[in-house]
């Protein structure tokens, strides 16, 4: 199993760009589908992205779509979120998470086998 570390989290204005990175340990890395979810204060953990095990297939938030881009480098057993055009409503904590299987259903569900520990994401307006 893969354990996940998550970094890239910072405060940037509203408009602006943040990159972050989920480096995960382990040989099996391109075995496992990526993928993002946040959680905003007072408010559950939500979907936001995720990527086939090769990166050829995603899904987005629909809140996310056309904003963020989720990308893997499975040489360096990497999966990134770039985040554009950042809103105050995406201010939250972001949580990368890995599993096996692929699905819309399994990964909206966020029923996932491996996650990371979070990285803070603060837009100011």
């Known amino acids: 199993q893969v354990q996940l570390l998550a970094s890239g989290g910072g405060l940037v204005q509203a408009g602006g760009s943040l990159r972050l990175s989920c480096a995960a340990s382990?040989?099996?890395?391109?075995?496992?589908?990526m993928g993002w979810f946040r959680q905003a204060p007072g408010k559950e953990r939500e979907f936001v992205a995720a990527?086939?095990?090769?990166?050829?297939?995603?899904y987005y938030a629909d809140s996310v779509k056309g904003r963020f881009t989720i990308s893997r480098d499975n040489a360096k057993n990497t999966v990134y979120l770039q985040m554009n055009s950042l809103k105050p409503e995406d201010t939250a904590v972001y949580y990368c998470?890995?599993?096996?299987?692929?699905?819309?259903?399994?990964?909206?569900?966020?029923?996932?086998?491996?996650w990371g520990q979070g990285t803070l994401v603060t837009v100011s307006s």
């Open positions: 382990g040989r099996t890395f391109s075995s496992y589908a």
């Open positions: 990527s086939s095990w090769s990166g050829g297939n995603t």
């Open positions: 998470a890995a599993d096996r299987a692929w699905g819309r259903s399994r990964w909206y569900s966020g029923n996932l086998e491996v």
